[in-house]
């Protein structure tokens, strides 16, 4: 039985010494406050840190008052310990812990006040078209 209990508390004491990879966003934006939505899901405000579990294609929206809410795409490529076959080690066998952090920085641009004449202008052309539309025939009962 002390064989046995040798491997198993050798096995544990491997399994603890394993390192893992950290993976983490750091948002910031320009100016600070704004909501950040990732993939549709609101994560909090700027600056923000948050972790993030897989490479590739994220989107990230940014509404703050006064400035143009705006949709960001970000590709965020794999770093060479997380391709095949080094991801295995990486994530299972290096025993130190590995921490992966992205800054993303945005700009945001204030809304513009559209000029009263194009409004104006947008209005007409809106009741111009109207006009033109038939007005429906009256209903027989």
Known sequence: ??????????????????????????????????????????????PLEMPFQYYGNHDFTLVKEGYETRTYHARVRAPWFEWVPFDFFSENVYPRHIQDNRLLQFEMSPLQQPRTEDLMNQAKLLRDRGMAVPSAPPMVE
């Not at 399994?15 to 994560?43: D, H, M, W």
């Open 1 to 46: 039985m002390g064989r046995l209990a040798t491997i198993l508390l050798g096995a544990m004491c491997a399994a603890a010494l394993t390192g893992c990879v950290e993976r983490r966003f750091i948002i910031e934006s320009n100016p600070p406050g704004a909501l950040v939505y990732v993939e549709g899901q609101q994560k909090g405000a700027t």
